[in-house]
């Protein structure tokens, strides 16, 4: 069992995952790879990270500030386009599941990322229309929790 699992969702453990690019050992190959580092580092409140792999043409002038109340659950990539180790853009569609004071709610995105000079970097995103359960569609006591923590509803964000 990995005991420092990546929050990136990879299943390895997270020194010889994101903890690499965090610390600047190495850089992302591909924007699958950046993609992941950056939800690890929106999980690890890793500021600098975020700003330093944001496309200076679309970071915003202040810092990012994070919500006390939120706290990530998980990250599915659902589909990956280009942004491979020869390619210079690409997109990748994704779910970031997280609650809210204890109520789940997901970020489903399609991110746009460039590369310069050897470096990939994401520009911006198109907000896409979230999964059923975190509009607010009705989730069964007993059915798997919409956070991704593959516990029943009940006992996970269901029991506050």
Known sequence: MIENRCECGSGNDYLSCCGQ??????????????????????????????????????????SISHNPELVWRGLEIIEVAGGGERDSRGEVEFVARY?????PEALHERSR??????????????????????????????????CGSGKKYKKCCGSN
């Open 99 to 103: 609650t809210v004071s204890g109520r």
């Open 21 to 62: 690019y965090h610390q600047e050992m190495a850089v992302a190959s591909t924007i699958e790879v950046l993609m992941r580092s950056r939800y690890c580092a929106y999980v690890r409140e890793y500021n600098e990270y975020l700003n330093n792999t944001w496309h200076v043409s679309t970071r915003p002038k202040d």
């Open 113 to 146: 990322f460039v590369r310069e000079a050897g470096q990939w970097f994401y520009v911006d995103g198109e907000d896409l229309p979230p999964p059923a359960v975190a509009t607010g569609g009705k989730i069964a006591r007993n059915g798997p929790c919409p």
